[in-house]
């Protein structure tokens, strides 16, 4: 008897209690009934990635997701492995769960426009992150300058040329629009020089390992290229590995992008040539200090716009930079990676 008197004192105490939160507003959890528990009152972001294959990824999750923590935000991470359909159900799961802000690294930015109409429909922004979305009319594109990315990998390679000789290129998945940007500008870098492209793949869906086989038939065919452009350094991986089974590792020039660990230190051995930096730090905090901004119905202010195809996008462009054994310690050391770990095979 006395115990339940207790009981209902409480309960009444903690009703009162639960109802000053809930108007006041303070505490992210309204209680509701009994033991149902209502969404959490915080901004909403979902996040479809392509993939956590390439080592940057890892690194674009963990700041997104602790710069949008540190604005109030949650953020719900979807991997979709590399397959467009699971891609698109994940989306799928964002609208439903009515999340104020998705943000996208597309697969394919190819076969998106549908999804990401039915999202904004919904009343949810939609950022493309890194890669483009075309014909879809995103609410933000961020990402790096991805034609001045083909443009170093070019300008680069004619001045370890000096303007001559014969390169092979093994570009990323045709399905990346970035990988479109990065090739066109490349070949447009090359224009005027004595330089020829001898002949061209893709890696689709990013299979670094078709990077190795490209090569190992170019080379098992009696040719020795200048210079390889790859598509990044996860394929340069492949590619220097097809070379050092030919004793050609070191004597051709090999490019990539994103600076991954294994390429820097490749770098500062003399096995790659050049990789293109992306300060993903720069990217990811940005993306969700924008996505945060634009739940709270602001509309995103960038000094460039971009064509899907269809629409002129607002577009966020950051700047990449091209790095080689010259400006390694300027430019990555300390800031994306460690010396001891970039210089780990090299004697002092
Ligand atoms: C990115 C590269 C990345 C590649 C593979 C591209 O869209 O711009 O940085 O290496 O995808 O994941």
């Not at 104020?100 to 939609?126: F, P």
């Not at 990402?143 to 040329?161: I, K, T």
């Amino acid at each position: 008897m006395v115990v339940k008197k207790i009981r209902d004192v409480l309960a009444v105490l903690l009703a009162g209690v639960m109802t000053i939160m809930s108007v006041s507003g303070c505490g992210q959890v309204m209680p509701e009934g009994d033991v149902e528990m209502e969404k959490s009152d915080a901004i909403q972001i979902g996040f479809s990635m392509d993939s956590f294959l390439i080592e940057r990824w890892q690194r674009d999750r963990d700041l997104f997701v602790s710069k949008a923590q540190e604005l109030g935000a949650e953020v719900n991470v979807q991997n979709a492995n590399g397959e467009v359909d699971k891609q698109i159900s994940q989306i799928e799961y964002f609208i439903e769960k009515e999340m104020d802000v998705i943000v996208i690294v597309a697969i394919d930015g190819n076969v998106l426009s549908e999804v990401v109409e039915k999202a904004k429909k919904a009343g949810i922004k939609v950022i493309a992150y890194d890669r483009l979305i075309l014909d879809a009319d995103v609410d933000l594109y961020i990402s790096f300058d991805n034609r001045r990315v083909g443009e170093l990998m070019g300008e680069y390679l004619r001045e370890a040329l000096g303007d001559e000789g014969t390169v092979i290129c093994i570009n990323g998945s045709p399905t990346d629009n970035n990988v479109s940007f990065v090739f066109s500008e490349f070949k447009k870098a090359l224009q005027g020089s004595g330089i020829t492209i001898d002949r061209t793949g893709y890696a689709d869906n990013w299979l670094a390992e078709i990077g190795f086989d490209f090569v190992s038939e170019y080379l098992a065919e009696g040719n020795v290229p200048d210079g390889i452009m790859c598509g990044n350094d996860d394929i340069a991986t492949q590619v220097v590995k097809a070379l050092s089974e030919n004793r050609l590792a070191g004597q051709v020039y090999v490019t990539g992008q994103d600076a991954d660990l294994v390429a820097c230190q490749r770098i500062v051995e003399g096995t790659q040539y050049m990789t293109v930096y992306k300060p993903i730090e720069l990217l990811a905090q940005r993306a969700a200090e924008m996505a945060v901004a634009m739940a709270k119905d602001e509309v995103p202010e960038t000094e460039d716009t971009i064509y899907d195809g269809t629409y002129e996008v607002p577009f966020e462009k950051l700047e990449p930079v091209g790095v080689t054994k010259e400006n390694m310690d300027e430019v990555i050391i300390g800031k994306y990676h460690q010396k001891g770990d970039v210089y780990l095979n090299v004697q002092e």
